[in-house]
């Protein structure tokens, strides 16, 4: 894959290993709290993962210094809002990148999407007919950023991991 795929991937990932580090403090303990911090975990071992690749490529990975959160993570409600929100964004930044690698790269982002597009759900997110398309973020409130945004001004869209517990399905 090219370096803007692998940074795309790696801004996406980057995006939602902060969010659920956000959401999780406001899940109660018990099981939605331990899922949290383990797609927390799987979001940053991908994010890793297209570093890796992008350090391969001899291609700097982007740095961003800090996300905003498009509305306020006050509660349980709220945390499953914004991480539905989170893996419909994700849906997104992997069913962009489809059309710009070769044929043979294609299954494994539209995968990842796959993976990302049923986590939304499961958080509550509605299901769309078309993931990543114009319907996919059923949960923004209205007039949120389309994406976190990198306090530097680079707008930056987030990833998602292949599962609940594992990494993504980007190797």
């Known amino acids: 894959m090219s370096v803007e795929v692998w940074r795309q991937v790696a801004n996406g990932e980057e995006a939602c290993t902060y969010a659920y580090g956000v959401l999780a403090a406001r899940l109660p303990a018990g099981p939605e709290r331990n899922r949290a911090v383990d797609l927390a975990a799987a979001h940053a071992r991908a994010r890793d993962r297209a570093r890796a690749a992008l350090s391969t490529l001899d291609a700097d990975p982007p740095v961003p210094a800090a996300f905003q959160i498009p509305f306020p993570v006050e509660n349980a409600s709220s945390a499953r809002r914004l991480a539905a929100l989170v893996e419909s964004r994700l849906v997104d930044v992997y069913c962009r990148q489809i059309p710009?690698?070769?044929?043979?790269?294609?299954?494994?982002?539209?995968?990842?999407?796959?993976?990302?597009?049923?986590?939304?759900?499961?958080?509550?997110?509605?299901?769309?007919?078309?993931?990543?398309?114009?319907?996919?973020?059923?949960?923004?409130?209205?007039?949120?950023?389309?994406?976190?945004?990198?306090?530097?001004?680079?707008?930056?869209?987030p990833s998602a991991p292949s599962s609940p517990a594992t990494g993504s399905s980007i190797d």
């Open 100 to 157: 710009e690698v070769e044929q043979s790269e294609r299954g494994r982002l539209a995968t990842a999407a796959a993976e990302a597009s049923a986590r939304a759900v499961s958080w509550g997110g509605r299901p769309t007919a078309f993931p990543g398309g114009l319907d996919a973020e059923p949960t923004a409130p209205s007039g949120s950023p389309a994406s976190p945004v990198v306090t530097d001004g680079a707008a930056v869209t």
